[in-house]
Each structure stands twice: as structure tokens, then as C-alpha cells.
């Protein structure tokens, strides 16, 4: 016999079960690795040359930063450690929010190494 439902929470109703069974779930299956949620353009088989064509058009642009994609998260995520007491990471969900992220990093590395020369 279930435990009786506390007092301060409510049965669950059928809308809620059914609401609950149609959720994805990202779970292990058994035996292999967890698998990423699927892409929203899964259908698409150009949205990885897209992305392989803006990944080499941000690295050709910004040099001195590492930039990746991220499959499980859908996101460009950028790291520039030429200062050595701290290094930026930015995360962001397309290249030109990236890339406005990445001026903005850039301006405040300048401010605090003026000279290119007293960089590291």
C-alpha cells in the first residue's frame, strides 16, 4: 500500500501524469553513454557546415581567443587567457551575440594593458 501524500501537496492529477510522460527525457540508456538532447535543426544537414563555416570565421577574426561549439548545450563558447591573472570564458547562443561579447572583453583588456608591449 503507498504512503499517504503529505498533507501540504496535492495528488497528482491525470493532466500532470499524462504532462509528465510526454516531457523528453535525457537519460542514460542501458548500457551506453547519455545522449544530448536532439538539435532542433536535427533535420538540417547543413547546420554543422554552418557552424563549422562561423567557428572558422570567428577564430580568423579573433586570434588570440580558442572559440568551440557546444552540441549538448547549442551554444559558441570563447576563451581568451593572455592575461594571466584571469582568463575569460563567454558563452553565448550565436556568433554575433558572441562576438559582441568577446569587443566588449577585448575593450577591458586594453584598459587594464594599454602597451601591447606590457602584455603577457
Given at each position: 500500500m503507498p504512503a499517504p501524500m503529505p498533507p501540504d501537496r496535492e495528488e497528482p492529477t491525470r493532466e500532470d501524469?499524462?504532462?509528465r510522460s510526454q516531457?523528453?527525457?535525457h537519460r542514460r540508456s542501458r548500457g551506453g553513454p547519455a545522449q544530448p538532447p536532439p538539435r532542433q535543426d536535427a533535420g538540417s544537414s547543413g547546420s554543422s557546415a554552418a557552424i563549422d563555416r562561423d567557428l572558422d570565421a570567428l577564430q580568423a577574426r579573433w586570434p588570440g581567443?580558442?572559440?568551440t561549439w557546444g552540441a549538448w548545450r547549442q551554444a559558441y563558447t570563447?576563451?581568451?587567457c593572455r592575461?594571466?591573472?584571469r582568463c575569460t570564458v563567454l558563452e553565448a547562443g550565436s556568433p554575433d551575440q558572441?562576438?559582441?561579447a568577446m569587443a566588449k572583453a577585448e575593450?577591458?583588456?586594453k584598459?587594464?594593458?594599454p602597451r601591447s608591449d606590457e602584455r603577457p
Open positions: 501524469l499524462t504532462e516531457r523528453p527525457r581567443w580558442v572559440i570563447a576563451f581568451e592575461d594571466p591573472l558572441l562576438q559582441a575593450l577591458e583588456l584598459a587594464r594593458w
